[in-house]
Every structure is written in structure tokens, then in C-alpha cells.
């Protein structure tokens, strides 16, 4: 393993989030004068950068905020019964042992994440859990990660399940694997050019060999 720490996003990373997500969106839309997404348009959707998604459903930049405090609220209420994405929890339990530092860094609530990942058996292999309520403002929470852990930059791999991971990491200067079974699609994702492409869980033990 040629990294000291692993940082995880959570929704669609290491939790199945999305189904969840995408009902609490519906529910809330109504009262910020947003149109519903319908399931069949997901697929779509997986193909846009977050400004794209924004313009495509005409949300202002200045009620995310307020739609994430309320989806945060909202997805507590049923956190503990959401899945794991299959096949993470051995991988997880296995790349702990190879790492200095185990964290995430996500849009949701800590206190969501603390939930989740103690309902799943898995709350005690990760040292931190850092929230952001900005859609767009890992990049300087990686840095601050780093700076916190004495890490160099290339010591350091986020892992992340949307372009806005990719495009996040590499302002930091920090690699990024990025996942294809979250929201972005695998297409748009390699388009990105992160450093690694995962398209399966099992995928992640490619670090444990990796010489690069």
C-alpha cells in the first residue's frame, strides 16, 4: 500500500443512499418550488457535473444549503436500516489494516454517519468523520486532513463516488480512486480522469499491490 491514510465519501461510496435520497428530494421539492425527479430519469442525471445537475432541475445555488440541512434531518430518521453497498465491509475491514489513518469526509451529517456505520458493525475501524455542508468544498477539507495527520498530499486517497469527489481531489492535489456503482456514471467518471477506476468493491485490493 503506498498510502499512510484512506478518506471514503459515504452516500453512494459506502452506503446505498441514493433510492433514500432521491424520495427525501421528492418530499422536500414541493416547498422550494422544485420539480420531482422521476426514477427513470436517474440514469440521465448520472451523467452531470453538479453545475449541470443544479441547471437541470433549476435549483439555485443559494437553497443547497438549506435542501442539504433538511435532507441531513430528514435521512436520520431511517439511516440505520439503509444497506451497505455489497461487498464493502470485508473490504473495509481488510484496508484498515494496511493504513495509518481511516476516515470519510462527506455532505451528510456526522451524526448520520456515526449511525450508520455503528448499525453496521463498522464504527470502530474509522479514526475521524469530517462533514461539509457545502456541496462543492472538499478540496480544502482534504488539505486540512492532511495538515491534521502530517500527511504529504500523495500519502493521501480520497475515495469518492461523484465528479465533484474528483474534481475536489485533484484541486487538492490528492489522489482520487474514484467508484462507479454511486451517482455519477462510469463514463463520466473515467472522463475525469481520476488516478484509480473502481468498478467492484474487490476492486480496492488492487492498492495493496499497486507500485506506482
Not at 454517519?113 to 461539509?132: K, N, Q
Not at 482520487?176 to 463520466?188: D, K, L, P, Y
Request: hydrophobic share 40%; charged share 25%.
Amino acid at each position: 500500500m503506498n498510502f499512510q491514510a484512506l478518506v471514503f465519501d459515504f452516500d453512494g461510496t459506502i452506503a446505498d443512499t441514493l433510492g433514500e435520497t432521491r424520495l427525501i428530494f421528492n418530499q422536500i421539492a414541493p416547498d422550494y418550488g422544485i420539480r420531482q425527479v422521476e426514477a427513470n430519469e436517474l440514469e440521465k442525471l448520472r451523467h452531470l457535473s453538479l453545475k449541470d445537475l443544479l441547471n437541470h432541475l433549476d435549483i439555485s445555488k443559494l437553497r443547497v444549503p438549506s435542501l442539504i440541512v433538511r435532507g441531513r434531518a430528514m435521512m436520520s430518521a431511517n439511516i440505520g436500516k439503509l444497506p451497505l453497498i455489497d461487498g464493502m465491509a470485508d473490504v473495509l475491514v481488510e484496508l484498515r489494516r494496511h493504513v495509518r489513518s481511516f476516515g470519510i469526509l462527506t455532505s451528510n451529517s456526522n451524526e448520520n454517519v456515526d449511525f450508520f456505520l455503528r448499525a453496521h458493525g463498522l464504527r470502530e475501524h474509522f479514526d475521524f468523520i469530517s462533514s461539509t455542508s457545502k456541496l462543492s468544498g472538499k478540496a480544502k477539507h482534504l488539505k486540512a486532513i492532511c495538515k491534521t495527520f502530517s500527511l504529504k498530499s500523495e500519502e493521501l486517497l480520497y475515495v469518492g463516488d461523484e465528479l465533484r469527489d474528483v474534481k475536489a481531489s485533484q484541486k487538492a492535489g490528492i489522489p482520487i480512486a474514484a467508484v462507479t456503482w454511486g451517482f455519477n456514471s462510469r463514463e463520466s467518471l473515467a472522463a475525469s480522469k481520476p488516478d484509480y477506476l473502481f468498478e467492484r468493491p474487490i476492486d480496492f485490493f488492487q492498492l495493496l499491490t499497486d507500485s506506482r
